[in-house]
């Protein structure tokens, strides 16, 4: 951790827990039949995203979820990687106390961010850091229930479809 990173408050430092995993596969049925079948997974929702073109099925596992994502069409990342990498893990989430806070001292940490900005995910505020600052994974930040994002990008409110704590 970087000197400024060490200034900076405990709550915008600290990372709650590991919120999901997702795994991008070619078709949710077909996936199950590993997961929910063979690994005895609960299925929580599944759930079509059209605004990112995919489908997303969330399977809670000890506090956390594995989260299958299959491409709707051909237009997305998602799809691009279904096409060149084949199936397999896609991303990391970790969720934090303030997105914006988070985003702000790792920017300055000198980690390069693909969102600058949280925007509405699935199941709250989330944004995305490069891989090429994370090690060659992707890293997906999501703001736990309550935090300062999810009152200005939810005004109405918004409970996510499959919240576990
Ligand atoms: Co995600």
Redesign the pocket.
Same mark, same amino acid.
């Given at each position: 951790m970087s000197e400024a990173a060490r200034r900076v408050p405990e709550h915008v430092r600290r990372i709650g827990r590991i919120h $999901?995993i997702?795994v991008i596969v070619r078709d949710i049925e077909a996936s199950l039949g590993f997961y929910r079948d063979a690994l005895g997974l609960e299925v929580g929702a599944v759930q079509p995203i059209p605004s990112d073109r995919v489908v997303i099925a969330f399977l809670p596992v000890g506090g956390v979820k594995v /989260?299958l994502v299959a491409p709707t069409d051909d237009t997305t990342g998602v799809a691009r990687f279904l096409a060149s990498r084949g199936e397999g893990f896609h $991303?990391v989430?970790f969720e934090v106390d303030d997105i914006t806070a988070a985003l702000t001292r790792l920017a300055i940490d000198g980690i390069e961010l693909i969102d600058s900005a949280p925007r509405p995910?699935a199941e709250g505020p989330?944004a995305f850091l490069h891989p090429r600052s994370c090690h060659g994974v992707l890293v /997906?930040l999501i703001e736990a229930p309550g935090g300062p994002a999810w009152a200005s990008l939810y005004p109405r409110g918004f409970v996510a479809p499959d919240a576990i704590r």
């Open positions: $999901h997702a /989260e $991303h989430c995910g989330v /997906e």
